[in-house]
């Protein structure tokens, strides 16, 4: 088990496209990935499972891994509990972690997963890019577009939307 979790990495996943002509199986993945709106955004692991569901979406998401920085920028601006209430360090200390610092250590490790944690959303409300997005949002990205998978330049866009 510890051994997968080594191999293991985290990946932001963000959404950035409406579904109105998306057929029925991409619509079901997005909820079953709790992307219900755009500019939402959740953090998941590098598991096949989780891998088929991004290539299923993938022409309404963009993903990559993401770095220790963008995973506690993310979790310390955008991380709510239930009651909408920002996620702190006694929180933290409830799960079973000494603070919040830990706790964003242990996830970015993969050791926990942040969608499973009691009385924590599993989704990031995000702003939209400051300036834009530079790209088309109906492109992939290695065309010039948005969507998609772009490894490390996550961290960049994740940094224009908290």
Not at 56 to 82: C, D, H, L, P, Y
Request: one cysteine or more.
């Amino acid at each position: 088990m510890i051994e997968e979790a080594k191999e293991r990495k985290c990946i932001v996943v963000v959404r950035i496209r409406g579904t109105i002509r998306a057929s029925r199986r991409t619509r079901e993945t997005l909820q079953m990935l709790n992307l219900t709106r755009n500019n939402y955004a959740v953090l998941i692991d590098n598991r096949p499972a989780f891998l088929g569901m991004l290539k299923t979406a993938q022409n309404f998401i963009t993903w990559g891994e993401a770095s220790k920085e963008a995973v506690s920028m993310i979790i310390k601006e955008r991380g709510r509990v239930a009651g909408n209430k920002q996620l702190t360090d006694e929180h933290a200390q409830k799960i079973g972690y000494e603070s919040l610092e830990e706790l964003i250590e242990a996830i970015f490790d993969c050791h926990v997963e942040y969608w499973k944690l009691s009385n924590v959303k599993p989704i990031f409300r995000l702003h939209p890019p400051t300036k834009g997005f530079k790209g088309k949002v109906k492109k992939g990205y290695g065309m010039g577009g948005e969507l998609g998978y772009r490894g490390e330049k996550i961290n960049q866009l994740i940094k224009r939307m908290t």
